[in-house]
């Protein structure tokens, strides 16, 4: 990201100075105007967050204008895509199958994923009113896990205790219940499908733009110069001196 290193080349020029810099937007403008970044380098970055996100069709049809090759079998997305909806519409047991069929390995070689997604059947469970069932799922299938690893006693102690409250709303544990957790859950299963695939679990786009907001924050501190305030229009303004 050119801006990025940008700011990082100014920080170190200006790093000695005492006094602020003021930097004006046409010595800010010429400056990027001289940084050189590869179409087709921008055009990977795009490919591997739509990839990445699962954005099949998306990464088809930037695949067919830009001549970017993904770096994975854009296939594989639309099974990876059917195990996060799965889980994100309460259907653990569904994306655990699916995940046994993508590869068995996942789960068999990431414990506290499959106690992740087996709390969450229990959430769900608790979420159905099925008292008994979610009693019995947790005491068979999540507290011999519990035995094991103090940190899924915890969580499993956590979920339990839902069904300590008539309204859980209220309770310290809702949150539980909320599509968050889903998510989350969801996200998780993701990141390790991707990550059985070779595949980086988070794509590069969000973390440059961090980066380049961690960069303006430090070059903020030596001098006054014209930056992105907001990263959706990336629009240069001048700050106040």
């Known amino acids: 990201m050119s801006l990025f290193w940008l700011v990082i080349r100014q920080l170190a ?7 602020k810099k003021v930097i004006t937007r046409e010595e800010w403008e010429k400056k990027l105007n001289d940084v050189k970044i590869r179409k087709e380098d921008m055009n990977k970055l795009v490919m591997n967050f739509l990839v990445t996100e699962g954005y099949v069709e998306a990464a088809e049809k930037f695949r067919m204008e830009s001549g970017t090759e993904p770096d994975i079998d854009l296939a594989t997305i639309t099974d990876r895509m059917a195990v996060k909806k799965a889980v994100q519409s309460g259907n653990v047991e569904d994306a655990i199958e699916k995940v046994n069929d993508l590869n068995p390995e996942i789960l ?20 159905n009113g099925k008292v008994e069932e979610a009693l019995e799922f947790a005491q068979e299938e999540l507290a011999p896990r ?9 969580e499993l102690e956590r979920t339990v205790a839902l069904l300590a409250f008539e309204d859980v709303s209220n309770c310290p544990v809702g949150d539980l219940l909320d599509i968050s957790q889903r998510l989350k859950t969801a996200s998780e299963v993701n990141a390790a499908i991707l990550t059985s695939q070779s595949h980086e679990k988070d794509p590069k786009l969000p973390s440059l733009l961090k980066m380049l907001q961690w960069a303006q924050n430090q070059l903020d501190e030596k001098a ?18």
């Open 13 to 19: 020029e200006i790093e000695a100075m005492a006094a």
């Open 108 to 127: 068999d070689t990431n414990p506290q994923l499959f106690f992740h997604l087996q709390q969450q059947r229990l959430i769900e469970l608790i979420r």
């Open 146 to 154: 519990g035995e094991e690893n103090q940190s899924f006693l915890e």
């Open 224 to 241: 006054a110069y014209p930056r992105i305030n907001d990263l959706s229009t990336a629009i240069l303004e001048d700050s106040a001196v």
